[in-house]
């Protein structure tokens, strides 16, 4: 019997995964763990209809005890001796006449008890009894057996997904492949992918979803949209998850032939009551609508001089009757009058200066979501002051598992840390503690009751791995955990994912955490520090390097960055007065630069590259030393996963360990533009004289070169020496030269660019000894925003590991142009053991 055991656990490692089932595999666990005793043989789902959470409770049950401990239960729906687990509603146990003492729950709680060898699971209604039952398949599938009895309740009413989906399958900042739920401009037919999806989404107990972009298409709103929406919703209802939309405010012009969409005219208004008693007539459980109104060209009540408070409430009272809530977006400004000449203008300032006075104006079924920070998702932010203004008006946080300004999945950024940043923070309103996740978004500090809560922006796609890679999956299932309960601790969280999703090995649930744990502070190294937001590429695509585009954009997300200084004065006394919007203590704590930390001071304060920070540095040398250390950090991840190969299953270890060598190549090209662009501006060395100075390359442009020519890339700090060689013609280009270095063994990095419209091949050569052969084709592998110019997206950097060189050897790249891609090189590394350069 054991040696059976043994096997199957031997042979269950090595089946590939692709990530499908995420952190429900239910992967059987190690013959050690496992207890042949007592293995639940009944499982008793207080409710038979099939659309019943609770009967899917059953179900899941079913499935989870089989893979995890490898025998089948029953499932039934009468209560009998022989029940091992028994799972349902507190009602339904008081009518079947079960004995159980379970304290009081609220709205989606439950209780779980696993003592005295039976298992009840006990929902305050069928969603609480779902996640009750997987949080008991949680602990088997982590080896847990230990008896419990507790019940647990929700820190806030409002779990919500927000899906950038547009209509004809393309999701706005989506990284993981094209829509689950759209397709060809109407809604997917197929739903599989859809219920998969509220599988994940019911086991981290969120129980809402916007299916569709806040860039909203009135399309949605056709007949036969409608009905698919109704298809979506039947998909996702056994699993607890209500299916809401966001809606377009010009609707009743674009899509209903109305003259207007002034949103307290008469027929504007009888426009939206019919198009809602319409959509509850598909579905009648419709979570509600989420609004983007007066925002980045998005129609809104502002164009007809109403205010944001009048437009909210015209689809609040549509919805009322059906117990339908509006989400209405914070994140209002107008990019068209924000001029980064005057010093006082701030986008920052406009939440706030929007919402302040609409406090208490709004419907009760009225919630606003805020941005966590006043800009937009950026590396890091203080919290939007406007959590602390909205005290009579629902409100919750909006946080971005999508990776848009962090590395769109291609990174690994464990985002927690990121969110607790704000969820921790004390607003300490009218100096009483005033905790962002404990005390505002609970509701308790102003006494909300029932609206408050989250919402995620996530683009899960049609990719096996939902997001595109399947460290980023760690993010999804942390929101929704903290989401539960704010105060968990994230590196625990991380803990419990990577055993679901990898297995129970030590070294890797280490090996993930080690990772992890610090990828947030790496990418922020080795992208923006102090505060200045992530120096990405703000006009275009959010992805690589480009400082450049951080000031004179029309997007208001500056740095004023010139040759002396750097640094938004955001203070009352001398700057956009941005400080001033939070509460007394907290806006003083900002107002002056000493008491400001030092990784908000660019956030702040404007300052010269001098000025020296708390820890002793001036800022310029923190910005060299900072991306130094962050592609440090980055360049060892690839070598920390190599200690997880054979104890997880050999696709998901190539598919990481491709991304995280990935990363580690993009983070050096970071660290070198970001330091080569403010080491020029500023004119200020780096004490440690690396800025400029790379020992181990050689310049493609230096090399000899055939059918290559060389040019300068635009911007200018896009490439190593200011330059690259593009091939001149269609056919096969070299760079070749001399190794001028040591006998030894060395890898060598060549870094390139890999543009979107073309793939590419290169071939490496010490002598005329092949060393590798590899394509430009991350477009089709990597899922970030790609572009066709040569710049801080494109570039890339791949590595040879553990290659014998010889003095006087020549390194060869050869390079095979493919439609616009010109095979551009930019240098070749020997870089001895350990050096990262
Ligand atoms: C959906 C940022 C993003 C946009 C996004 C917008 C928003 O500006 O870049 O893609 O639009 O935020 O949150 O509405």
Redesign the pocket.
Known sequence: MRGLWFLTALSGLAVAEDGLNAWLRYAQLPPNLTRHDGIPSTIVALNATETSPVYTAGQELQKGISGILGQTPNVTHEVSDAASVVVGTVAAFNSSGIATEVPALEEDGFWLSTKDDKVEIVGQNERGALYGAFEYLSMLAQGNFTEVAYATNPSAAIRWINQ?DNMDGSI??GYGGSSIFFARNGISSNVTRISEYARLLASIRVNGIIVN???ANAALLSDTNMAGLAKIADAMRPWGVRVGISLNFASPQSAGGLNTFDPLDSKVISWWNGITDKLYTHVPDLAGFLV?AN??GQPGPITYGRTLAEGANLFARAAKPHGGIVMF?A?VYDNQHLNERNWKDDRANAAVDYFRDLDGKFDDNVVVQV?YGPI?FQVREPASPLFAHLQKTASAIELQITQ?YLGQQCHLVYLPPLWKTILDFDLKVDGQKSVIGEDVLSGRRFNKTGLTGYAG?VNVGQHPTWLGSHLSMSNLYAYGRLAWDPNLDSAAILDDWTRLTFGLSETVVNTVASMSLVSWEAYENYTGNLGVQTLTDITGP?YGPNPQSMDNNAWGQWTRADAYGIGMDRTVKNGTGFAGQYPEEVAAQFEDIETTPDDLLLWFHHVPYTHVLKNGKTVIQHFYDAHYAGAETAATFPKQWEAVKGLIDDQRYDEVLFRLTYQAGHAIVWRDSINTFYNSLSKIADEQKRVGNHTWRIEAESMTLRNYRSATVNPFEMASNLHVVQASGGSTASVSAPLNFTSGTYDIAVAYYDLAGGSASYELFVNDKSIGKWVGDNESKLGYTTTNGVNGHSATRITFKRIEVKEGDTVRVEGKPSGSESAPLDYVAVLPPGVVD
């Open positions: 950038w706005e900042r972009n806040v860039n983007k925002s980045e977006r994140f941005k937009d848009e922006v959010h």
